[in-house]
């Protein structure tokens, strides 16, 4: 899994109506998107610009443990 990043909103656009339904991928508010490395050369073809910002971390692939504070006695 690689993070990569689009050039302009309309490339994050136009990258994630074309993954929705062919590929499992996963997005941040802040622009990030996650995606598996197979999947470039396919972004590629269509055109779409976008940077590989690295490898995807073990922090990225878990979901965010909450833990809430302690209730007031």
Known sequence: ????????????KQALGWLAGRFSFKTWSNGDLMLHERVLPYLARQGIPFKVQGP???ER????????D????
């Open 1 to 12: 899994m690689v993070i990569v990043r689009f050039e302009d909103v309309e490339a994050e």
């Open 56 to 58: 995807a971390t073990y």
């Open 61 to 68: 692939f878990a979901p965010a443990i909450r833990n809430p």
């Open 70 to 73: 302690p209730a007031v006695v």
